[in-house]
C-alpha cells in the first residue's frame, strides 16, 4: 500500500511565524503535490514537484515556498503565517511520469493548521 | 464558472436507497477521470476511475459522458457507511488536476 506521512495532524501558531509542514511517501513515486482545502472551495493546488529540486506554482502560491530535496519528502513552508493561510493541507503524491494524465493521487491524512 | 461543478448537497437518504450524483466539467481537453472519497476529518481516497464505457464496482456506478462535459456517480443500496463526501476529480496533461468542491452524502437508519 501507498503511504504517504505528514509530520502533523494538527498545528497552531501564531501570525508572522514560520511554518514547515513535511510530507514524506514511501512508494518512489515521481509527483508530489500541496494542496489546501477549504469549505465549499475544494481541493486548491498550492505547489507541485515532478522531480527532486524541481518545483511548479499551482493555483495559489502567494505566501507559500516549497523544497524538495529527496525524493520521497516534499516540504511546505509558509514563510509568515497569516491568519488566511487557516486551512487543512493535503499532500499528495503520484507516479505518472511525463506529465500523462492517468495516475491517480495518494493523499496523506492532512495538517490542519490555525494561525492566530 | 469553476472548472469543476458539483452540487454540494446535503443529500440525506434512507438506507437501501438508490442516489445518483452529477459533475460538469468545463474544459474539453480534460483527459481522465474519477470519483474521491472523503470522510470527515479524513484525507480524500480514491472510489473509482470513470470511462466512458462505463464503469461498475460492486454497488457503485460511474458513468463519463464527454459530449455533454459531465461525470455522474449512482450508488445502489445505500449503507450507513456510504455517508462521506465525494470529490469529482478532472485530470488535464501536464500534472493538472481539478478537484470538485464535493458532494456531502448522510445515509439515514
Known amino acids: 500500500d501507498v503511504k504517504v506521512t505528514q509530520s502533523s495532524r494538527y498545528l497552531v501558531k501564531r501570525t508572522g511565524e514560520k511554518v514547515f509542514l513535511e510530507c514524506v511517501q514511501d512508494?518512489?513515486?515521481?509527483?508530489m503535490f500541496w494542496y489546501r482545502q477549504d469549505p465549499g472551495l475544494g481541493l486548491r493546488l498550492i505547489y507541485f514537484?515532478?522531480?527532486?529540486?524541481?518545483?511548479e506554482k499551482g493555483d495559489i502560491p502567494e505566501g507559500y515556498s516549497v523544497s524538495r530535496e529527496k525524493k520521497e519528502r516534499f516540504s511546505l513552508i509558509l514563510e509568515s503565517a497569516s491568519t488566511n493561510q487557516t486551512s487543512m493541507y493535503l499532500c499528495?503524491?503520484?507516479?505518472?511520469?511525463?506529465?500523462?494524465?492517468?495516475?491517480?493521487?495518494?493523499f496523506g491524512p492532512g495538517t490542519r493548521l490555525t494561525v492566530l | 464558472r469553476k472548472e469543476v461543478e458539483q452540487d454540494p448537497g446535503p443529500f440525506n437518504v434512507p438506507e437501501g436507497a438508490t442516489v445518483a450524483f452529477n459533475c460538469t466539467y468545463s474544459?474539453?481537453?480534460?483527459?481522465?477521470f474519477f470519483w474521491y472519497r472523503q470522510d470527515c476529518r479524513k484525507e480524500p481516497k480514491l472510489l473509482m476511475s470513470?470511462?466512458?464505457s462505463g464503469n461498475e464496482d460492486g454497488r457503485f456506478t460511474a458513468q463519463l459522458n464527454r459530449a455533454s462535459q459531465y461525470i455522474s456517480l449512482l450508488i445502489r443500496d445505500s449503507k450507513l457507511s456510504d455517508s462521506a463526501t465525494y470529490l469529482c476529480?478532472?485530470?488535464?496533461?501536464?500534472?493538472?488536476?481539478?478537484f470538485g468542491a464535493g458532494t456531502r452524502l448522510f445515509v439515514k437508519a
Open positions: 476529480v478532472v485530470n488535464m496533461k501536464g500534472f493538472k488536476t481539478i
Open positions: 470513470v470511462y466512458s
Open positions: 512508494m518512489d513515486h515521481e509527483n
Open positions: 514537484s515532478y522531480d527532486v529540486k524541481m518545483k
Open positions: 499528495a503524491s503520484n507516479l505518472m511520469r511525463g506529465g500523462g494524465a492517468t495516475d491517480t493521487q495518494y
Open positions: 474544459n474539453s481537453a480534460s483527459q481522465s
